[in-house]
């Protein structure tokens, strides 16, 4: 406590002014008011084309009306979004560019954490307010101990199963991935085979991690220095892998892209495919018989029950260049009180990552029959680097398609020893280049 | 024995074998522009029926994907941005790749050939390398995320290849002309341009179809410097607003890159004699 008989009027001054700014921004935060001097300040933000078109009409609309109520110009600018690295990289090198920066998958805050605001006063504070976050969130912003981004949501990629096919050949929901393998192996012969891409996309990253994770196996240990890769698990997996392939796939899915299980899904053939709900939602247009039969399943579990759902991550960062920090928090802060909003908009497409907004049931998919098992997901929701988080070489190894790679080799007949080999070797000199560096 | 062909069937079985040739070349170059022609006129719904051939159409065609590149996207802004910046770096590709050749060419410049080979080296360093030192500069000249942005890095690329292809051009023209013409009272830029470049105008058009086309189909660039959607060219607007994450909007996809491929594929017929001209003239020189 401050001795009475050294307080001076510079002190005092000192002392009074903090007491007065510091309840100012609480009675702000408390009115949801962005302070006064954001006013006059401009806003530019960066982010993805979302899949569902309305959405982005309404986030520019929702951006612009909070700008014109805070005396604020914003400016929304949308990009493809396996585009957004390059946008980030080009922006980066220039020291100049938009004010917050949408990460969509590829998740770059160790990357660039030096050139990022730290942002924990907001994670903080909208953590706080919301119950907190998934556990799953904070590694993906989180650089030693503090954290350079706001997680905006999430996209989950279920099973997309034909029920009317698996009734007909009298089979039981995949419901286990050895299920949905037997599945395949029935309705192949059927002229109705699976796909995941063994090829180098998104998804391919993201659909064999949930299977190796569901098997048991991790790339990484909690701490996310040390490779987990060289286990009996990822053995399990890359034999099982070959075998689905074998038994349950056509050739095809060696140039397969993130959009082609949509297209196998809308066209009819498919029995099941794993990916983001956008295959289920555009096949109401595309083939609607499709649609009607098509039905959204849990995560299907690894040989010891085990169900982990790798989801592609989305991330909002504040670049340090930007003029506008003060005005781009208030913004981030604003976006996530209206997090629920977004998840509307987005036809529960955007999951969230605060524990308040999975009260049940959540806008959308609480409320259509077929969706309402994404509710179940947030237990078993897992980022890239699982159990450890998403660190600079793991970065680097989903960049290159290592995993991937190491599962195609396999369903292209490499013996599983090789693959180990191939595999180990990529994710240590990737591992070792970055603990030089 | 059959009789002896006579010389009308030689010339029919010669041109038989020729067109029987030329027809699976025919059929490469020509089926992606029919492809993307009806997928543009299909509806949604059509391109996933696995039932039927999927060579003509199995619904009525429809204008709607027309409809959504017109009303719902930036899609006229998007060609007019792409044909004026093409226009500019045309224009600028021109001004500085005639006189580069010219000199390089024609003035007897002590170790011009390694300049000009220097030059035609850096066309080859890729876009990739180049556009993170060029964001710095876009940035520096405050036009980031302006279409202007474009007009100043477009001619990184098509000024070294126009350079090289001019200059080849104009080893072609005999110095006897141009000495002809100062000999008649021209001045070296009086020969330049009332002899040199009137015989050299197919390597000038084909300049101008390269630096123009080029500057058309360039990504990254557009990627990198233009965020605004209204400031973007065709090729990065496009797959902006047409493809949502794993969601191709195909018919308009294809709408698109027909309503811009088309045209400029028409005008490049006019001029295919020249430019043949122009892409050879250096040729053996």
Known sequence: MMDPSTLNRRKFLSVAGAGVAGGSLLTMLDARQAPAQIRGTTLRIL???????????????????????????????????????????????????????????????????????????????????????????????????????????????????????????????????????????????????????????????????????????????????????????????????????????????????????????????????????????????????????????????????????????????????????QTAKEFLTHFMDNDLAGMTQSRGYNMPYLEANYKKPMPVIGTDPKMQILQDFPKIVAFYGYPGPFTTPIQEVVNLYVLPDMFTRAARGHAIEDVMKWGMGEYRRIYAKHKRA | MAAPLTARQKDFRRHLLIYAGLIPFVVIAVFPIYWMAITAFKHESDLYRMDSIPFWFNLPPTLKNFEILFYQTNYGAWIVNTMTISAWVALITLLTAVPAGYALARLRLPGAENIGISIFMTYLVPGIILFLPLSRVVATLGLQDSWWALVVVYPTFTVPFCTWLMMGFFKTVPMEMEEAARVDGCGQFGALVRVVLPVSLPGVLTSVIFAFTLSMQDFLYGLAFVAPGDQKPVPVGVPTELIRGDVFFWGSLMGAALLVGLPVAILYNFFLDRFIQGITGGLGK
């Open chain 1, 47 to 325: 982010q993805w084309s979302h899949f569902i078109p309305a959405y982005d009409a309404w986030f520019d609309k929702f951006a612009k009306e909070w700008g014109d109520k805070n005396g604020v110009k914003v400016r929304v600018d949308h990009i493809p979004h396996l585009e957004l690295p390059a946008r980030m990289a080009a922006e980066f090198a220039a020291g100049a560019g938009h004010d917050i920066i949408h990460n969509g998958s590829s998740i770059l805050t160790r990357l660039y954490y030096k050139s990022l605001v730290d942002i924990s006063d907001v994670f903080g504070s909208v953590g706080r307010k919301y119950g907190g976050w998934i556990p799953a969130a904070k590694p993906l912003v989180e650089v030693e101990g503090r954290q350079y981004g706001v997680p905006m949501f999430y996209i989950l990629l279920p099973m997309l199963y034909r029920k009317d096919l698996f009734d007909a050949a009298g089979l039981k929901a995949p419901d286990t991935w050895e299920l949905a393998r037997v599945a395949a192996r029935t309705l192949k012969p059927k002229g109705h085979p699976t796909g995941i891409q063994f090829s180098q996309c998104a998804d391919a990253n993201l659909n064999w991690r949930s299977l190796l994770f569901s098997f048991g196996g991790a790339e990484a240990d909690a701490s996310g220095d040390n490779i987990l890769i060289d286990s009996k698990e990822m053995r399990e997996a890359l034999r099982f892998a070959k075998a689905l392939f074998d038994e349950g796939m056509t050739a095809e899915v060696f140039s397969w892209d993130d959009a082609s299980d949509n297209r196998f899904l809308a066209s009819g053939i498919g029995c099941w495919i794993h990916d983001a709900i956008s295959a289920y939602r555009t096949t109401e247009d595309t083939n609607p018989p499709v649609f009607k039969n098509t039905v959204i399943g849990l995560e299907p579990a690894g040989p010891a029950g085990k169900r982990v759902s790798v989801a592609a991550a989305n991330v909002y960062m504040i670049w340090k260049f930007s003029k506008n920090q």
